[in-house]
């Protein structure tokens, strides 16, 4: 009976090894898909308050005393908000640029889910944003509550969207996007099941504000 000699595998031609690393570097490597539908999810509510914003705003200019879809009672009505300085910051209204600025989280989510990557310039950019919509929201917040003494419901809305948008997101990126140390990047990673926490602290310092400043608001909405 005869052994069989296996058979010897073809020696790879010159190039060829590196071709193959190429290709595999290559290929796309699907992105966490919870993150993805967060940025996806978050960035749809935050156009849909901005164009809300938007449809009042126009709705004003075409006459100045028309009521208002937001206005409900003295307490949370949006016109006086739209109507403010502070609405127009930029001398322009600031809903335009959430309709401009939410497409980012929208159109990156979609992308990782299709298994797009991003260089590290990219997050370093998308985070930069992320840092300033919170902050922009949170003095805008500071405005409504302690300065015009209403509040504004597609506003809220739009706050609503950017917390978690911006601490998910920030948490995520220190994790694995933006080139820390393995070390520090591990440790974000670990955080990130832990990152409900500090969204839901944002959330409980704002309504705490809002309360203290607005002591009749529950009464007015609950009767």
């Given amino acids: 009976m005869t052994a069989q000699t296996p058979a010897r595998e073809r020696p790879a031609e010159p190039g060829e090894a590196e071709a193959r690393g190429a290709e595999a570097r290559l290929v796309p490597v699907r992105g966490p898909v919870a993150i993805a539908i967060l940025f996806i999810v978050t960035g749809l509510v935050g156009l849909y308050g901005s164009f809300q914003l938007t449809i009042e705003r126009f709705a004003l200019i075409t006459n100045p005393d028309v009521p208002l879809s937001c206005d409900i009672n003295p307490f949370v009505s949006c016109g006086p908000v739209i109507q403010s300085w502070q609405g127009s910051l930029f001398g322009f209204p ?28 990219f997050w370093i950019l998308f985070n930069l944003g992320l840092l300033a919509a919170v902050v922009f929201i949170h003095w805008l917040m500071t ?81």
């Fill in 94 to 121: 600031n809903p335009m640029i959430g309709m401009m600025a939410f497409v980012a989280p929208v159109a990156v989510g979609v992308a990782m889910l299709a298994g797009a990557r991003f260089a590290r310039w």
């Fill in 143 to 223: 405005q409504t509550v302690f300065v015009i003494g209403t509040l504004c419901p597609y506003c809220m809305l739009v706050w609503l969207a950017t917390i978690p948008l911006f601490w998910y997101g920030t948490v995520y990126n220190l994790g694995h996007n933006l080139g820390l140390p393995e070390g520090a990047a591990s440790l974000f990673r670990q955080a990130l099941k832990w990152t409900w926490l500090l969204v839901l602290l944002n959330y409980l310092v704002i309504v705490a504000i809002i309360l203290v400043n607005f002591p009749l608001l529950p009464t007015v909405l609950f009767g």
